[in-house]
């Protein structure tokens, strides 16, 4: 059954597509964070992600996410990049199982770990089947990644579909934060056709054409994050070429 953010998005997937700002702590100062999910939501993105490929956690963490939640109505959800990343100052967490990578503990162990952390902060899960998709970038590095191929969709195609099957709720597509080609829009329509849960992409996105083609591919979530620590002022154009 559906939470009180995912019934959210799911709604508001109903009348258009959705933008995530991202926000990554060991990249982003508090005062940098407070200003960013101001002029997120000033450009009409839908929530704030928290997180990264490190592991900052504890009192920093929950600082972080209230001085933005005092900054912004949009719901704040937690990206985790460890298996500690969690707080019950968020929203929600994308429960994520990293399905591409070669190490079971990605896959299924880290989020055995976090479980109970979950259930104790009563923190809204929303599972999320995870795929890193050529250069993959520090995620796909640290995830020790089997990269999806960026000239073979049926790959990306054929995990997406297992995610659904065992009972994921959302498909996040990832080139990695900072790559230089954004997931291929061949590879974000092929997978759109086999899925019937919403396909979140990102990594990459840095123009309103590079959205703009995702988009007309079949994207339903974006995800931009590089953006917004060296040109706030693209947001809104981005925002505005990924909605119209």
Known sequence: MAGKVEKYLLDKLQKERLHFSLVDPDSFSIEDA???AQISEEAGSDA????????????YLDILIESIKAN??????????????????ADAILFMSYLNSRNPYFITKSQALGSFLVKKTEIEPIPTG????EPGETVGW?????????????????????????????????????????VPPEMVGFVKKVIDIPLIVGGGIRSPESAKKLATAGADIFVTGTILEKDKGKLFDIIRAIKS
């Open 34 to 36: 407070k200003s960013t």
């Open 48 to 59: 704030i992600l928290i997180g990264g490929s490190t592991h900052t956690l504890g009192n």
């Open 72 to 89: 912004t109505t949009l719901p704040v959800i937690i990206f985790p990049g460890g298996v500690a990343q969690v707080s019950s100052k």
């Open 130 to 133: 995870y795929l890193v998709v």
């Open 142 to 182: 640290i995830g020790e990644a089997d990269l999806l191929p960026r000239r073979k969709p049926q790959i990306a195609a054929a995990y997406s579909l297992a995610a659904q099957y065992m009972g994921m709720r959302f498909v996040y597509l990832e080139a990695g934060s900072g790559a230089i080609e954004t």
